[in-house]
């Protein structure tokens, strides 16, 4: 079970302004604060210095899982275990194990990749804190843990409301 | 430049997107959604007992027998995962291609070839005959030697290749789900909705990091599904293909099943978002005509494609010079079962023309009516390459017809109630489009609007 934290949330009511909060937030030296929005925003990767996501990886060691896998279990149970000579062909008839390997691959690729989406947010959750019943609607936050560096309850709220936060308040997120 | 057209029209804030596609699961059933779903449930009532009859009577009941041994389940598994096609195409191909306009019609697509597929699964498994002894399809240590299962068989690649379809497609409709279900579960008025919801959303969060890794894996998956939606009804098509029968033993079978697929796939999404628009009109907004125009087009140019490939076989039969390879297709188009190739030549190459009128492709009656005959084609089609090859092949004495019983009726029509039940059951509890996805597409079109 995750503990959650807490600290201090602004509420922004447009994509521009939590864009520009995210890119104010990080120069005053916050590192692990959250950006919050009911949709993908393009350009929020950069504001928050986000790293390229590492999943890709997952994906692409799965996949050779699933191939090198597909053509082992292929070729140990035709060749093998048990050999049966069907029509003839050799035991080991690489051409029609494709089709397995493919599928294979695509299989292990794509399953290990969700679970590695599953670990990378921390998922399932049971039953989170919400900040704001409208960040999966239409308005967008920031969080600022109260262990971040810097962390100063009055300094953030002036800060969010510089930037033109709709509300700001202490949150558990 | 040149302007382009609103993807969602109203110019809507963000609240009224979200407001607009979840209308349908927050209200009480229309009577409309009522009656079309008790049809639809008591139809498949009528399935279940179809096949509790079949399976517990034996696969006699349907018109197979020698020569022709494989029929309606054959047929309308093929007829079913095609339609699955479509799905993929349009949420995992479009995405690909950055085709901002599959967003609003990709959630109900990939519902569709989910279903789809869950329809299409049953008939290989009953056509077995024993489907309590189903899961002799899987290589699974066994005490039989063990004896394992021939991987040299196109059956068998067709059984991974359609789990692994059905497990992607299916994990792929779901991720994109989670965030529309923690929207839902925010938005929930009672606690067992929002206890509901919130277990589907699996706690979704929406911060910058997730989203980051969640538009990786969409991308990842649509990268996956890309080429397994292709190798799936390549992969079909290679239960014929690989086969030494005329009719079936051809190199054009994987991109022309392919094709087929697509085209039928983009009848049956027609069909279904014409009715969906009509049940929902706030969907009117999302799914506009200029959506359904641009799918129309895509079930022309398939169309021809199809019709290409029936021409293109037609001709390869006579330039082959294989007598047997012949008159196969001289059979098919001049034989006892002509009937059923010009029904396929008249719905598929034939109809879809109408849509090189714009008045027509805007036209929701036309487009309805071409999509159900585009379905009625697309059925015929894989009747015609199933039953047509296989009565008449290389000896006389082995010629026979297709004894069609009440059976085959039954299990072919029940099947929709299968589909039709869980899709109509889709439109009520899942948000039908997707909310996070039509947002950032919202400003298209719009004065100031980017990308």
Known sequence: MASWKYGMAGIFETEESIIKAAYKTREMGFKNFEAISPYPIHGMEEACAIKRSWIPYVTFGAALVGLFGGLALTYWTSAVDWAINVGGKPFFSLPAFIPIMFELTILFAALSSVGALFYACG????????????????????????DDNGYDESKISEMFRALGASEVKKAEF | MIKRNQLVLGNKSLKQITEDIVAPLERLPSKGW?????????????YIIAIAIVVSTGMGLLGVNHPVGWGTMIITFVFWIGIGHAGTLISAVLFLFRQKWRTSVARTAEAMTVFAVMTAGLFPLM??????????????????GPLWVNFRSPLLWDVFAVSTYATVSMVFWYIG????????????????????????????????KNWSHYEMLYLLLAGLSTPLVLSVHTIVSFDFAVSNLPGWHTTIFPPYFVAGAIFSGFGMVVTLMTLVRIGFPEFKDYV????????????MTTGLMVGYAYGS????????????????FINRAMGPYAWSYWIMISCNVIIPQLFWFRKFRRSIPVMFVVSIFVNIGMWFE?????????????????????????????????????FLTLFLLYLRLFPAISIAEVKPVKNVGYEGGHH
């Not at chain 2, 009522?34 to 009528?46: E, P």
């Open chain 1, 123 to 146: 998922m399932p959750k049971i039953d989170p804190p919400i900040i704001d019943k409208d960040l999966t609607c239409s308005k967008f936050a920031i969080f600022i843990p109260n």
């Open chain 2, 313 to 328: 076989e037609f001709f390869i039969a006579w330039y082959s010079g294989n007598a047997y390879e012949r008159y196969a």
């Open chain 2, 288 to 299: 506009t005509i200029d959506h359904m125009e641009v799918m129309n087009k895509i079930i």
């Open chain 2, 177 to 208: 789900l989670v965030p529309d279900f923690a929207t839902i579960r925010d938005r929930a008025k009672n606690n067992i909705r929002r206890i509901v919801y919130g277990a589907l959303s699996l706690g979704w969060r929406g911060t910058a």
């Open chain 2, 382 to 418: 894989r009747f015609v390459i199933t039953v047509t090859s296989l009565h008449r092949d290389f000896m006389p004495s082995n010629w026979g017809m297709y004894a069609w019983s009440r059976y085959d009726t039954a299990i072919l029509v029940g099947s929709f109630g299968m």
């Open chain 2, 127 to 144: 056509h077995t005959g024993r489907p309590w002894l189903d899961f002799w399809l899987f290589p699974y240590p066994n005490q039989r």
């Open chain 2, 34 to 46: 009522l009656g079309m779903f008790l049809s639809a449930k008591a139809l498949f009532l009528f």
